[in-house]
T-cell receptor
Framework: ETGVTQTPRHLVMGMTNKKSLKCEQH?????MYWYKQSAKKPLELMFV???????ENNSVPSRFSPECPNSSHLFLHLHTLQPEDSALYLC??????????????FGPGTRLLVL | RKEVEQDPGPFNVPEGATVAFNCTYS??????FFWYRQDCRKEPKLLMS???SGNEDGRFTAQLNRASQYISLLIRDSKLSDSATYLC?????????????FGQGTTLQVKP
């Protein structure tokens, strides 16, 4: 299935590195999301973009910086991360943001390890 | 108190068994409810939405009790392929203030 793709699938980085995660959706959706999934914790919503505009920043530290150049692409720029930021980062999209029955479609995720 | 609470399990059941998962949510203003399935090292995928009247999809039945703020998922005649983590998901708010809140998930292992 290639509705929502993410690259890279795995990433190991040091605390002083700068890297970017990329997400692309091929579903014609207008809303895109970044989630963090840590071991034994629920998915945590990080950011929401609706029609390229950020509508939600869920108290995420500034070392995570999202970018949404168009409705199909979403980036998460990472810099000076901490080991506790190691997690699975999932991108999702939905037709619109705000629909009560809205289904979100997830990408395969980027498994990040911060050393 | 967690916004969406689930028993993490694992639930270990034999093939053919019936198993039920429960979920409670804290926000009485929650508007939409879902079950997502997440296979090991894969992304979550929508299993089914949960409606007030209850709904069934093959071997899967979902029920909602708004008064008790409780959601359930029943799986009949379990298959090996049902082994996964089942995520209870609640939508709070609406419009540009709405968002999905995920439970920790309940892990199911179906054994031969």
């Amino acid at each position: 299935e290639t509705g929502v793709t993410q690259t890279p699938r795995h990433l190991v980085m040091g605390m002083t590195n700068k890297k970017s995660l990329k997400c692309e959706q091929h579903l014609g959706h207008n809303a895109m999301y970044w989630y963090k999934q840590s071991a034994k914790k629920p998915l945590e919503l990080m950011f929401v973009y609706n029609f390229k505009e950020q509508t939600e920043n869920n108290s995420v530290p500034s070392r995570f910086s999202p970018e949404c150049p168009n409705s199909s692409h979403l980036f998460l720029h990472l810099h000076t991360l901490q080991p506790e930021d190691s997690a699975l980062y999932l991108c999702a999209s939905s037709q619109n943001f705000g629909g009560l029955g809205e289904t979100q479609y997830f990408g395969p995720g980027t498994r990040l390890l911060v050393l | 108190r967690k916004e969406v609470e689930q028993d993490p399990g694992p639930f270990n059941v034999p093939e053919g068994a019936t198993v039920a998962f429960n979920c409670t949510y804290s926000n009485s203003a929650s508007q939409s409810f879902f079950w997502y399935r997440q296979d090991c090292r894969k992304e979550p995928k929508l299993l089914m939405s949960v409606y007030s009247s209850g709904n069934e999809d093959g071997r899967f039945t979902a029920q909602l009790n708004r008064a008790s703020q409780y959601i359930s998922l029943l799986i009949r005649d379990s298959k090996l392929s049902d082994s996964a983590t089942y995520l209870c998901v609640v939508r709070v708010g609406s419009g540009n203030t709405g968002k999905l809140i995920f439970g920790q998930g309940t892990t199911l292992q179906v054994k031969p």
